[in-house]
């Protein structure tokens, strides 16, 4: 099945220079041909340039008229937490009349709160209010989605949100990758017994992860008041022997230890570090770890943000994720996330776009597959309503832009087909 996408505005994000990500100054240049073309063969990016090189094609190839619009390989959101039950609003208004996300989970609200809830719903309808969450995140533009387990805690419950991260896998037109997070917080009833917890996670959840091959990646909070460099450094080992390379969640609230700890286990991302400095930064520096930044959590959360432009200056890599919980960020839209790149941490539009594209790519182990227009990878894109330029996107912050998203060379959503309604179109 072929199909050529023509009438584009522009191809945003075309390479064919092999690069696996972009760092320091490379990241302002990203590279587009205006008013291309695109030809996929079964779901694969089979060629595209400028208009005037469009080949002739049979009737045997489907024609898709962009209308002038913008076409972009789809987003890369390498770090959420999107499976979860119910929702925290309650404690958004506890933390708007004052109390820090650090008090509120000292009370028993936060990841524990969501893991009550979590054990008290059944797989189906935990699958059920997942899937909602990720239609939502097609019709955002997203192709490729990390999710982390972690609201379950106990070995039951890590399991049942696993496998419904792999039902995902199996059900959407998604790539998926997962990741294991018994590590995210203490439960209470270990809370005089944090080794307790540690070899629980160590000699029981990780073999029966792995057994059941049910995660790609594993991540610890390593921060104040959650895991600790030296507990943090415990179940990395264990991780890396049963086969899951880590990806984990550091300095969001101090200087941790966290970013040396990944990079000392050859973490493929760290995430979050707003809390970044001198010694963090060379440790970063040539280590093949991507620094992943999540500005929807700091701006949710009204807390510090992270030195993305010293980082950017220093040569290093950035990518970025929505990190869509329901505690700190509860959205998956990452086109906003490419704003909040661009208002908060003062990333250039070209530095955010390639920081969730072709960086993000790599941050979930898909830099071979995703991220770019490039000949030979997955026809995952999206196309833009007109717009005057690319800088347009993160511009317009609160305008949804994305009119259809094509995944697997099909298009799965648009807001233009029957009858002028959004409708999704892949089941
Ligand atoms: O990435 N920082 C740790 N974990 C999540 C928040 C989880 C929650 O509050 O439910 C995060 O921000
Ligand atoms: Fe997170």
Known sequence: MSLIIHNTGMLVQTREDGALFTAGKEMAVLPVIENGWLLIEDG??????????????????????????????????????????????????????????????????????????LHETSEDELFRQSMERVNEIISFGTGAVEIKSGYGLTTEDELKMLRVIRRIKESSPLTVRSTF?????????????????????????????????????????????????????????????????????????????????????????????????????????????????????????????????????????????????????PSGNMKLVVSLGCIRLRLLPEEAINAVTINAAYAMGLAETHGSITVGKKANLFITNKMPSYEFLPYAYGSNLVDTVLLNGEVVFSRQSAGGGPQQCWQ
């Open 44 to 117: 694969i990016i089979a060629g595209y340039g400028p208009a005037e090189t469009m080949p002739g094609f049979s009737s045997a190839v489907a024609k898709l008229d962009a209308g002038g619009g913008y076409l972009f390989p789809a987003f890369c959101d390498p770090h959420t937490h999107l499976v979860y039950a119910g929702s925290r609003e309650k404690e958004y208004t506890d933390k708007i009349r004052g109390l820090s996300y650090e008090e509120i989970a000292k009370r028993g609200g936060g990841i524990l709160n969501s893991a009550k809830l």
């Open 181 to 329: 997070l018994g590590a995210h917080a203490v439960p209470a009833e270990y809370r005089h017994d944090r080794n307790g917890y540690v070899d629980l996670i160590v000699n029981e959840m990780i073999p029966a992860v792995a057994a059941e091959r049910l995660a790609d990646y594993i991540d610890v909070f390593c921060d104040r008041g959650f895991f600790t460099v030296e507990e943090t450094a415990r179940i990395l080992e264990a991780g890396v022997r049963h086969g899951m390379r880590p990806k984990i969640h550091a300095n969001e609230l101090d200087y941790s230890g966290g970013i040396q700890t990944g990079v000392r286990y050859g973490a493929l991302s760290v995430d979050h570090l707003e809390f970044t400095g001198d010694d963090e930064i060379a440790a970063l520096l040539g280590s093949g770890t991507m620094p992943t930044l999540l500005p929807g959590a700091a701006f949710f959360l009204g807390m510090t943000d992270p030195p993305a432009r010293k980082m950017i200056n220093a040569g290093l890599p950035l990518a970025m994720a929505s990190d869509y919980n329901p505690g700190s960020s």
